[in-house]
């Protein structure tokens, strides 16, 4: 079955580029398309959606809102977030508040269909560019201890990296099922239940 996809930007010629885009993969299917996301909360309900992908600056109402609105009632989803800005304040704001990932619009025509999967996958995606700022934030000092083993931290940083569980167990020489462990064990002591808490929760505490 393909994945469903609920998009949002206001620019009406990227709108049907992205529409086309999408209609055009055998592995996806959009739902819907709209230039704001002041209904989001009823268009999940309607659309039932798998991902979202959702613009930073739009009218009515804009990303960073409406991904507030989604975290509200559902932290589970994934939401990565399109935009031109490639600066720390709308990247971390996003991020912080929830994010699954980030995409420069520019990136768009050749990252999309690998963004949708990773995410999908457990990833973050990120472009490098928006990688560079989130782990130069996360590398300033103010860090809280949350009493996470070496090995906890090491995978807790491969998450916000926008590693899936697949990469993480390749890279640390374990089983999918011992990062499983490793990941409950992290959530429990943070406190949170799923990957884009954990990342936002890193971020805005600078955890690591």
């Known amino acids: ?42 268009h ?68 999309l269909d690998f963004a949708i999967k990773e995410a999908l996958n457990g990833g ?7 990688a560079r700022l989130v782990l130069q934030h996360i590398n300033n000092p103010g860090k809280k201890n949350y009493n996470l083993t070496a090995r906890e931290k090491e995978i807790l940083q491969s998450l916000t990296d926008g590693n899936s569980y697949k990469m993480i167990a390749a890279n640390e020489g374990i089983s999918i099922g011992t990062v499983t462990t490793h990941i409950k064990n992290i959530y429990e002591k943070l406190g949170v239940h799923s990957q884009a808490e954990a990342v936002s929760k890193t971020l805005r505490e600078r955890i690591l």
């Open 44 to 111: 999940l309900d309607t659309y039932d959606p798998e991902i979202i992908l959702m613009d930073i600056d739009m009218p009515v109402m804009n990303g960073l809102e409406g991904l507030k609105l989604i975290r509200s009632i559902n932290t589970e989803i994934p939401v990565v977030m399109l935009t031109i800005f490639d600066d720390n304040e709308h990247i971390l704001n996003s991020i912080m508040n929830g994010a699954t990932g980030y995409i420069l619009k520019q990136h768009l025509t050749t990252k």
């Open 1 to 42: 079955m393909p994945i469903k996809v609920l998009l949002y930007e206001d620019n009406t010629e990227l709108r049907d580029s992205l529409s086309s885009l999408i209609a055009f993969s055998e592995d996806l299917e959009l739902v819907a398309a709209y230039e704001h996301c002041a209904d989001v909360l009823r």
């Open 124 to 130: 973050a995606p990120m472009s490098p560019a928006v």
